[in-house]
DNA sequence: GTCCCTATACTCGGATAGCAAGTGTCCGAGTATAGGCGG
DNA sequence: CCGCCTATACTCGGACACTTGCTATCCGAGTATAGGGAC
């Protein structure tokens, strides 16, 4: 079970983009180029997000993604689930319809246990996920880095974003 | 992310084995025919699940496998990790220590607030499945099959089982 | 009749091809901007 | 000097190759059994 590189790609970026006041922008290639990242694999991503609703595209000169809601409304299942879609992990084939012992798939009424444990396993996953927001991240963030990649980063994001007029 | 498939095969066929008196094994081969699966590639399951301590293989003829613990003592977790393997699906590449912000490596003492959350996450889910043992999960399928099913099984495995002295 | 030996058949175990999904990339459509022109 | 128009450059969006890991399979090593022979 793999999940997605661009799953962290999305987390990183989605925090970043959160940190920007509001009218502020910044495109695909900036949020590359701040984690070293391929940006054209990155904005495939980015516009996973931003079919999601999470994000927003700005287009034309001077555009680019800004965070479509309040980051205290985007949870990190959201992201989650934006990059990797919403099938679950496990998916049962109810393989226990086959076979020499089988019976009339009609007489199968109660749900297949080991797909339920599965599925309440997944559940508490997500319920984890769900009770973090983009906001409680960021606030955990930054008392975290170094106070040079901080003022680094101020600087950095000076330059690259593409500001204006609400 | 996606689950392997062996997953489910692994949880139906350590299910079964729970089911057998002590002393009984059941070759690969008809678990395999038990739920219409390919023989080989359930074999190779197996195996994981036998390296990992869950299932003992009996060689020779009249051999097969058989549950290596009580079914108590096997949670869901186990057998999964047996299959998946216990490297998490998500993988933090430390992208904030790349790109233009980014600070020596020795001032990066905190966790990645990302990868913590995720860990997380994950954690809950491994918690969901530990708390579910095969036992449990027979307790579980047995009374909500129909009884022509169970009657059917029965008869089969008594026919596809290897008898020995312990 | 009993014990031992041998050949057999069946079991598991690891090493080998095929395929699908994720990974990485590219070019085209659309838009707000900036400059130039006319009034 | 002001407003409008046009060309530009930059943005996002979807369609196209490639690589890794899962899927599926095979054949070889090892062992308990069952039968036959000798004592």
Known sequence: MRMSEGVEWALHSTSVLAMLPPGWTLPAAKLAELHELPAPYLAKHLQALARAGILAAVPGAKGGYRLARPPGDVTLLDV????????????????????????????????????????DAED??????????????????????????VARSLDWVRDAVNKREE
Chains 1, 2 share one sequence.
């Open 124 to 149: 508490a996953w997500r319920a984890s996920l769900s009770a973090v927001t983009i906001a409680d991240l960021n606030a955990r963030v930054v008392p975290s880095l170094h106070p040079d990649t």
């Open 80 to 119: 989650v689930t934006a990059v990797e879609g919403n099938t679950p992990a496990f998916r049962c084939g109810e393989i226990r319809q086959q076979g020499p012992c089988a019976v009339g798939r009609e007489h199968y009424v109660n749900r297949c246990a080991i797909h339920a444990a599965m599925a």
